[in-house]
């Protein structure tokens, strides 16, 4: 399990320090001295590149009109780039090997290569000046690759609304499909044109130039709210025109979330006039223990009264788990909380006012309410005012649907079970009955299947049903019998794509795909042009040498294997195997908490070693270096890293680059979001009560995933006092240097924890960038521990020793170049709809929902977005260029 459930020692609990201090000057100048920002505007050249000199002795010469960013390389006859001679932002901290507050730079070449090599036959240099990112393409998406079909309902015109679910860790999305089953567009996540009347109560972060998705929980990846955890449902289409569900249960890492009933709008957001989050059906419970609910088995029931005015929901030990009784509710959308139950008891019966496991609900054209009566094998018809009116025999009903025009009745049966609930395929009968009336209703036709959900489409001619399992199949009423068609879902595109690594010039890439059904942990090849995806080898993270040779990091072996970029094993001069096992790194489960390896231009392999909730002696949070020959070279190169931190780069100087989520004093947040977001953390609804959306999540998912980039030289650094409450654990040994604040040099600079408990310094740093996530607090003591770290992300330095940071927050990838400087941020949010140019939603060009794992390579930047399941490609033009002949 990834849930972080130990409790701790009484005194281990550290009270929230005040964040509001004082900022040192050493602080100030971490944060400030590095940082740039490149200046809107044109650039041009002044002066176009020259080469003087030649041999050994050349000195590359431009001139521009204004401070932008540039990049110079050496291409080779084939035009090819041999050597990543400089990269980054003019001005007053240019990094090397630029002048600094200059315009007219003059850059020394030795004529070689990248790897120190004499660059063979007439070659060329190219100054290219005022990147700007472009959409290249995108890779792998497939709108009708649905996995985890937990709800279906049909709206207006036989659209189908299709919700997907991890209910495990969270995740959730919501498409539609057209009459046929073919994709229409997404609405969870809501997409980047939705009107602001319609996400008012949604909620977003107002940036001025800007407005945000609410990132309300990190481990779901959601940004409307109480969606993390959604299980089965029979989610209903209002009168009015929008949908209604219920809302998560709770997942791995979210206990017990308050629950209300949700009104969604079929084109994304919320209804104008009709809050997103309706009536609450239960109050938080908070921390449970273990896994919480998020292996509950449930299937919740709605339906919709005639006139809209009321929601049915069924509560029976499977349909409402979190409640008690065997009856319906009838709700209005007005309601604080429901009331008593509108028909049935507390107690089970199989008389004519009990039931017995009540689960689906419809209504007909009269507003009278059908009931499956599960546990007595029938379906009982009550009028719209609670009475009564009779029942007829269906064994085992667990969905109902009504046909308005004919009256025609609609069950699906099968055991309702908690081992049942948990897969996406049973057995199961579907049944036609006639209308009900004065004689109990005769069976016209059944259909036997493995499936878990059913949904009618009444408008279609003749009648269909959509009937969701491992399949998703249209079956049409042929009157006396059921015509099933093919499925509608495809097993090409993306799934979950989560680690990524591309290569450019074999126009591929290799990413992790995380399996949210579950399976081995398993390394694809996506193809750029067909977007065909084919099985690589097993592991999870991963990196390319500049051959694109892969280093893919195992599951929980701490072993890492090399393959050639065909998949071949590629064994190490070292070893004589193509794996080096390590000093151990952790896989949390399914092997998503391994949190970096990268592999230098030299061939040097970096690996994170992520420790056991900040037990240094158990693999600690270290980072190793081993050779290109497969040997340790360097151990604990940078040390005391949070058990929480990911993301690693390496440039060709073999500067380090490495995520931790740490804060300065008084900085919890980069600047633009201080004072939008709150200024302090929470656990489990404790504490005071917080405006909507903030009293939503049961943490503050800012302050617990937002961290910074760290950058290092060659001889490393270390972090002081990430884990203080570990020392009072009594089988944790002797203490570490790490651990100890105290042991920090006097030169250490200050920043404060993840949720801002208590003080960490770090010696050794070259600069920071606050600006980088998902990274996962390392605990700040608190008990029980409020996070999952199994969700992280990637970072990669390219070889001109540029920065690309994901920033989940902001919906962008960070470029900065090797100072620190702030080049650009490439793209803004969008849903699976905002493809470019001539797509359904074609601004923003560059769309990510969740922009987590980077690689930068050849000139490209790949983005794995695992929201918008897909990879997205991105190039750069620039607002000048040129190429010169080098002598």
């Given amino acids: 399990m990834t849930m972080r459930t130990r409790r701790l020692p009484s005194g281990a609990l550290l009270p929230a320090l005040a964040w509001a201090l004082a900022w040192t000057a050493a602080a100030a100048e971490m944060y400030q001295a590095p940082l740039d920002v490149r200046a809107e505007g044109e650039a041009k050249f002044v002066r176009p590149p020259s080469v003087e000199g030649s041999g050994k002795n050349r000195t590359i010469k431009f001139e521009l009109s204004a401070a932008t960013d540039v990049e110079v390389a050496i291409l080779d006859a084939n035009g090819k780039v041999v050597r990543h001679l400089g990269a980054g932002l003019l001005g007053k901290n240019a990094p090397a090997p630029f002048a600094k507050n200059a ?11 990248d790897a120190g090599q004499p660059v063979a036959g007439p070659c060329k240099v190219r100054v290219a000046a005022g990147s700007k990112p472009v959409l290249d393409r995108i890779a792998g998406w497939n709108g009708n690759n649905l996995v985890g079909i937990v709800g279906l309902v049909v709206g207006k015109d036989g659209e189908l609304f299709v919700m997907s679910s991890e209910a495990y860790r969270g995740a959730t999305d919501v498409c539609v499909l057209d009459r046929a089953g073919k994709y229409q567009r997404t609405i969870i996540p809501y997409p980047a044109n939705t009107p602001p009347e319609r996400l008012a109560t949604v909620g977003q972060i107002d940036l001025g130039k800007e407005k945000l998705p609410v990132v309300l929980n990190a481990v779901a990846r959601t940004f409307y709210p109480l969606l993390n955890g959604m299980h089965h449902q029979n989610m209903v289409w209002h ?31 919320a209804p104008v006039g009709v809050p997103f989050v309706g009536p609450r059906i239960r109050k938080p419970i908070g921390f449970m223990g273990g896994s919480g609910e998020a292996s509950a088995g449930l299937f919740e029931h709605l339906a919709v009264s ?33 009331g008593a139950f509108f ?43 609670g009475k009564r009116l009779g029942s007829f025999d269906v064994a085992q009903p667990l969905q109902i649907a009504v046909h308005p025009a004919t009256g025609e009745i609609y069950t699906f049966s099968a055991p309702s079970k908690k081992s049942w609930m ?49 399949g998703l199949i249209p079956l049409t009423d042929r009157g006396d019998r059921f015509e099933a068609g093919a499925s509608v879902l495809s097993a090409k595109g993306l799934e979950c794509p989560w680690f990524v690594s591309g290569d450019p010039e074999r126009q591929s890439a290799l990413v992790y795909e995380r399996n949210t059904m579950g399976g081995k942990p398993t390394v694809f090849k996506v193809d750029f042009a067909s977007g065909a995806k084919t099985s690589f080898c097993e592991g999870t993270n991963l990196a390319l040498d500049r051959d694109g040779n892969a280093y893919i990091m195992g599951g929980r072996d701490s072993t890492i294997y090399r393959y050639d970029p065909s998949g071949k094993p590629l064994p190490f001069s070292g070893t004589g195997t193509h794996k080096i096992v390590t000093k151990g790194y952790r896989g949390f489960g399914p092997n998503l908490g391994i949190l970096g390896i990268a592999v230098s231009p030299a061939g040097n392999i970096y690996v994170m070693r992520t420790s056991n909730y900040g037990k240094a002696d158990m693999y600690g949070g270290r980072i190793d270096v081993y050779g290109p020959d ?90 002081y006092g990430q884990h203080p409450w570990v020392l009072k654990e009594k089988d944790y040994g002797p203490p570490k240097p790490p651990d100890v604040l105290a042991n920090a040099p006097a030169d250490a600079v200050p920043y404060r924890s993840s949720y801002l408990g208590y003080e960490v310094k770090v010696a050794g740093a070259l600069w920071s960038f606050h600006g980088l996530g998902s990274i996962p607090g390392s605990g700040d003591g608190l008990s029980p521990d409020p996070g999952c770290i199994c969700h992280n992300s990637r970072m990669e330095v390219d070889p001109y020793g540029r920065v690309f940071a994901p920033d989940v927050f902001r919906f962008c990838v960070e470029m900065l170049d090797t100072n620190g400087n702030l080049i650009a941020r490439i ?39 695992p929201v918008n399941k897909r990879i997205v490609v991105v190039g750069f033009s620039y607002q000048a260029e040129a190429t010169v002949a080098a002598p």
């Avoid at 929008?242 to 209300?260: A, D, I, K």
Wanted: with cysteine; glycine share 14%; hydrophobic share 35%.
């Fill in 103 to 113: 315009l007219a730079q003059a850059l020394a070449w030795d004529g070689t290569d």
């Fill in 239 to 269: 009168p009015n025109g929008y949908l209604v569900m219920t809302s998560g249960l709770g997942t791995l890492s979210e206990h017990g979330p308050p629950r209300h009933l949700l009104a969604l709008h079929p084109e994304g957001g």
């Fill in 306 to 338: 005639l006139d809209g005015a009321y929601i049915y929901q069924s509560v029976g030990p499977f349909s409402r788990q979190d409640a008690k009784g065997h009856g319906v509710l009838r709700i209005s959308w007005t309601d604080a909380e429901p």
């Fill in 343 to 385: 028909f049935g008891k507390a107690e089970a019966g199989a008389g004519d006012e009990h039931l017995n496991t009540p689960e689906g609900l419809a209504t007909d054209a009269k507003g009278n309410l059908y009931i499956c009566d599960w546990g007595n094998n029938r379906v009982v018809i009550v009028s719209p005012e």
């Fill in 422 to 470: 948990r897969q996406y395929d049973a057995k199961a009968v579907i049944r036609k009955f006639g209308a009900w009336g004065s004689a109990p209703p005769k069976e016209l036709a059944r259909f036997e299947t493995t499936a878990n959900l059913m949904a009618l489409d009444a408008s279609a001619s003749p009648a269909r049903l959509w009937v969701a399992g491992s």
């Fill in 630 to 719: 497969g040997k340790l070279k360097k151990e604990n190169l940078i040390d005391g890293l949070g058990y929480g931190d990911c993301c690693l780069g390496v440039d060709a100087a073999e500067n380090v680059y490495v995520g931790s989520n740490l804060k300065l004093p008084g900085k919890p947040y980069p600047d633009d979001f201080m004072g939008k977001l709150p200024d302090a953390g929470w656990t489990w609804w404790k504490g005071k009560e917080r405006a909507a959306p903030w009293c939503y999540p049961h943490l503050n998912t800012y302050l617990f995933y937002w961290g910074s980039v760290f950058k290092f030289g060659p001889q490393g650094g270390t972090f």
């Fill in 827 to 865: 793209g803004k949010y969008g849903n699976a709809d905002s493809a470019g140019p001539g797509s359904k939603v074609p601004e923003p060009a560059i769309a990510f929902a969740w922009p987590g794992f980077v690689s930068a390579n050849q000139g490209k930047v790949m983005v794995s977005d």
